[in-house]
Protein backbone atom coordinates (compact mmCIF):
# COMPACT_ATOMS: atom_id res chain seq x y z
CA UNK A 1 0.00 0.00 0.00
CA UNK A 2 1.23 3.47 -0.61
CA UNK A 3 2.00 5.49 2.38
CA UNK A 4 1.06 9.08 2.76
CA UNK A 5 2.08 11.82 3.98
CA UNK A 6 0.73 14.04 7.18
CA UNK A 7 -2.39 15.32 6.35
CA UNK A 8 -4.02 18.51 8.44
CA UNK A 9 -6.46 15.68 10.46
CA UNK A 10 -4.00 13.29 11.38
CA UNK A 11 -3.00 13.19 14.91
CA UNK A 12 0.55 13.64 15.27
CA UNK A 13 0.38 16.76 12.93
CA UNK A 14 -1.47 18.77 15.62
CA UNK A 15 -0.64 19.10 19.34
CA UNK A 16 -4.72 18.49 19.96
CA UNK A 17 -7.59 16.67 18.67
CA UNK A 18 -9.19 20.27 19.17
CA UNK A 19 -6.95 22.25 17.04
CA UNK A 20 -7.40 19.56 14.28
CA UNK A 21 -11.32 20.18 14.35
CA UNK A 22 -10.58 23.49 14.44
CA UNK A 23 -8.54 23.12 11.69
CA UNK A 24 -11.14 21.08 9.24
CA UNK A 25 -14.00 24.02 10.22
CA UNK A 26 -11.51 26.56 9.47
CA UNK A 27 -10.89 24.98 6.18
CA UNK A 28 -14.57 25.21 4.73
CA UNK A 29 -15.37 28.50 6.45
CA UNK A 30 -12.31 29.46 4.57
CA UNK A 31 -13.60 28.30 0.93
CA UNK A 32 -17.42 29.36 1.94
CA UNK A 33 -16.36 32.89 2.30
CA UNK A 34 -13.62 33.01 -0.30
CA UNK A 35 -16.25 31.79 -3.07
CA UNK A 36 -18.15 34.64 -2.43
CA UNK A 37 -15.51 36.91 -2.29
CA UNK A 38 -14.68 35.79 -5.69
CA UNK A 39 -17.69 36.25 -7.41
CA UNK A 40 -17.90 39.99 -5.99
CA UNK A 41 -14.51 40.76 -7.47
CA UNK A 42 -16.13 39.13 -10.63
CA UNK A 43 -19.24 41.99 -10.60
CA UNK A 44 -21.43 39.29 -9.53
CA UNK A 45 -24.34 40.97 -6.95
CA UNK A 46 -24.59 38.52 -3.62
CA UNK A 47 -27.84 40.15 -2.47
CA UNK A 48 -29.11 38.44 -5.40
CA UNK A 49 -28.40 35.13 -5.06
CA UNK A 50 -31.06 34.93 -2.04
CA UNK A 51 -33.32 33.22 -4.51
CA UNK A 52 -30.55 30.82 -5.46
CA UNK A 53 -29.57 30.15 -1.54
CA UNK A 54 -33.68 29.22 -0.88
CA UNK A 55 -33.46 27.16 -3.64
CA UNK A 56 -30.26 25.52 -2.44
CA UNK A 57 -31.72 25.20 0.42
CA UNK A 58 -34.70 23.39 -0.86
CA UNK A 59 -32.64 20.98 -2.77
CA UNK A 60 -30.70 19.99 0.42
CA UNK A 61 -33.85 19.03 2.59
CA UNK A 62 -35.22 16.95 -0.37
CA UNK A 63 -32.41 15.57 -3.29
CA UNK A 64 -29.27 15.65 -0.92
CA UNK A 65 -30.14 14.63 2.32
CA UNK A 66 -28.34 11.74 2.31
CA UNK A 67 -25.04 13.99 1.71
CA UNK A 68 -25.95 16.76 4.50
CA UNK A 69 -26.53 14.05 6.96
CA UNK A 70 -22.64 12.33 6.15
CA UNK A 71 -21.45 16.13 6.70
CA UNK A 72 -23.15 16.65 10.05
CA UNK A 73 -22.54 13.00 11.12
CA UNK A 74 -18.93 13.09 10.08
CA UNK A 75 -18.56 17.19 11.52
CA UNK A 76 -19.81 15.57 14.85
CA UNK A 77 -17.49 12.44 15.03
CA UNK A 78 -14.11 15.53 14.32
CA UNK A 79 -15.68 17.30 17.37
CA UNK A 80 -16.90 14.40 20.10
CA UNK A 81 -13.36 12.55 19.01
CA UNK A 82 -15.41 9.35 19.70
CA UNK A 83 -12.99 7.82 17.55
CA UNK A 84 -9.09 9.17 16.57
CA UNK A 85 -6.41 8.68 14.21
CA UNK A 86 -4.59 5.24 14.54
CA UNK A 87 -7.81 3.25 16.36
CA UNK A 88 -8.95 -0.31 15.83
CA UNK A 89 -12.46 -0.52 14.70
CA UNK A 90 -14.91 -3.19 13.07
CA UNK A 91 -17.65 -1.91 10.97
CA UNK A 92 -19.46 -5.09 10.14
CA UNK A 93 -17.37 -7.08 8.39
CA UNK A 94 -14.17 -4.91 8.12
CA UNK A 95 -11.66 -4.39 10.62
CA UNK A 96 -8.51 -2.17 10.51
CA UNK A 97 -6.98 1.20 11.73
CA UNK A 98 -7.99 4.47 11.37
CA UNK A 99 -5.74 6.50 8.95
CA UNK A 100 -7.81 9.61 8.10
CA UNK A 101 -10.96 11.20 9.61
CA UNK A 102 -12.93 13.85 6.98
CA UNK A 103 -15.67 15.92 7.36
CA UNK A 104 -17.80 12.92 5.08
CA UNK A 105 -15.72 10.18 5.52
CA UNK A 106 -13.32 8.11 7.47
CA UNK A 107 -10.59 6.22 6.03
CA UNK A 108 -9.73 3.07 7.44
CA UNK A 109 -6.42 0.44 6.18
CA UNK A 110 -7.17 -3.12 7.02
Known amino acids: ?12 YYASPLSASVAIVFNYSLIFIGT ?15 IVASVLG ?3 GFGLQGVAKELV ?28 LNARSTHIRT
Request: glycine residues 8%; hydrophobic residues 50%.
Open 1 to 12: MLEQSLTCCDRE
Open 36 to 50: FVLLQIWGLDISSLA
Open 58 to 60: VAI
Open 73 to 100: SGLVVTFERSIQVGDFVEIGEFMGTVER
